[in-house]
């Protein structure tokens, strides 16, 4: 994935033809690993797509249309298609570094080189030292040369062992600023991506209060994103897709539940509450929808402040018109005005503590959250088990 992260509407992501594989690479390992059962399906509200592959006179695009609601950020981690797609912003992870080194001849190859050759590292105590210094060294690297292709900002993922430990957390978003710092890359260029778990909602509120800007990420559920909303993170990301893939093989989510009653997809319902309650109570987080699967998604989610969207999506938007007779199609269904009408319960309004948080998370959050969190630790044990191989790199 990518962040932009630039007050919205904008533009987006893209990439070269040589890192159509990269990208592959790291979509599919980037997806939860849980065991789906019996299917469920659940209605969808429906809009006009007016697909077409070729553009009429005067006509606009969806893409015209959509993206003066919301920035629609491509779906990848660098640039599948820089003419297309203008890049905004990035994101450097471990899958990212898995998929640089796997490619002989990426713009990036010499920025893990170059980490893999620091003294300070080589300096380091004990493998595993040495191994997290390069670690770190990577990933600030990549980053500081994502930063000068992107006008957006950056953010770097914070290792998901960290996840229940609020000051290991902040321990290592700092070691990153410090070594950001070192290569001249202001911290307002800068996110830090975290998963929600509370200690690192906790951790993500000491962070902000330093003037840090963080990234929470692995939202599932409404308590996780007020929760963020009410540390201040700067981005709040929920994974609309993988909410509805829950609720077609599962059951007993009350959150879901209510959801689907109402006649509604799961994943939209979340960020369109969340969406509501940031506004309606006056937080400064912007809220990121990701994992949107179809066009369909995509109109339903028009007004919240950013749309991960796959490039194939994108394609369609661009070579789809948009009839002078169906602009009511694409409606901005999230707004500040629409927020301040939207009811919330009491038990809803709290502030938020660890126990009220443990006890409103479902098990949908519960799952997808701990399935997010095996991942990235996966991730990240591959890039020091290839580090500890590469190390020291050659022609260095």
Avoid at 9 to 27: D, E, G, H
Avoid at 46 to 71: K, N, Q
Avoid at 257 to 279: M, Q, S, W
Wanted: overall charge neutral; some cysteine; hydrophobic content about 40%.
């Amino acid at each position: 994935m990518s962040t932009s992260l630039h007050p919205p509407p904008s533009s987006a992501l893209s990439s070269s033809l040589q890192t159509a594989r990269l990208r592959r690479f790291i979509i599919s390992s980037a997806k939860p690993n849980f065991n789906l059962n019996s299917h469920r399906s659940f209605p969808q509200i429906r809009a006009s797509t007016g697909f077409s592959s070729s553009l009429d006179a005067g006509s606009t695009t969806e893409w015209d249309s959509v993206s003066s609601y919301s920035e629609i950020v491509p779906d990848t981690v660098i640039f599948d298609d820089f003419e297309r797609f203008p890049p905004t912003a990035a994101t450097v992870s471990s899958s990212l570094l898995l998929g640089i080194c796997s490619l002989p001849d990426t713009k990036f190859k010499n920025a893990v080189d170059m980490a893999l050759s620091d003294t300070q590292c080589y300096g380091q105590q004990g493998s595993d030292n040495k191994v997290s210094c390069f670690f770190n060294k990577a990933l600030v690297n990549v980053g500081g040369d994502l930063t000068k292709l992107v006008p957006g900002r950056v953010s770097t993922e914070v290792d998901a062992r960290l996840a229940y430990d609020k000051h290991g957390i902040v321990s290592k978003v700092h070691d990153l600023l410090k070594l950001y710092n070192d290569i001249n890359i202001p911290p307002e260029r800068l996110l830090f991506k975290i998963p929600s778990t509370w200690q690192g909602i906790e951790a993500s509120s000491l962070l902000e209060a330093e003037g840090i800007q963080t990234h929470l990420t692995f939202v599932y559920s409404f308590c996780q994103a007020a929760a963020a909303a009410q540390a201040g993170a700067s981005v709040i990301q929920i994974f609309v897709g993988r909410l509805r893939d829950w609720a077609r093989h599962h059951s007993g989510d009350p959150e879901i539940e209510a959801a689907l009653k109402r006649g509604e997809d799961p994943g939209v319902a979340l960020v369109t509450k969340a969406y509501n309650y940031i506004h309606k109570h006056g937080y400064k987080s912007k809220l990121m929808a990701a994992a949107v699967r179809n066009k369909q998604d995509i109109f339903n989610l028009l007004g919240v402040d950013y749309i991960i969207t796959p490039l194939k999506l994108l394609q369609s938007l661009k070579e789809s018109v948009t009839p002078p007779d169906e602009k009511y199609s694409f409606l901005k269904r999230l707004s500040p005005q629409s927020a301040a009408t939207y009811s919330f319960s009491d038990e809803e309004l709290v502030k938020w503590d660890q126990y009220s948080f443990a006890s409103a998370m479902g098990p949908a959050a519960v799952q997808l959250l701990a399935a997010g969190l095996d991942g990235y630790v996966i991730q990240a044990k591959r890039v020091e088990e290839l580090f500890g191989k590469m190390w020291p790199p050659p022609n260095v």
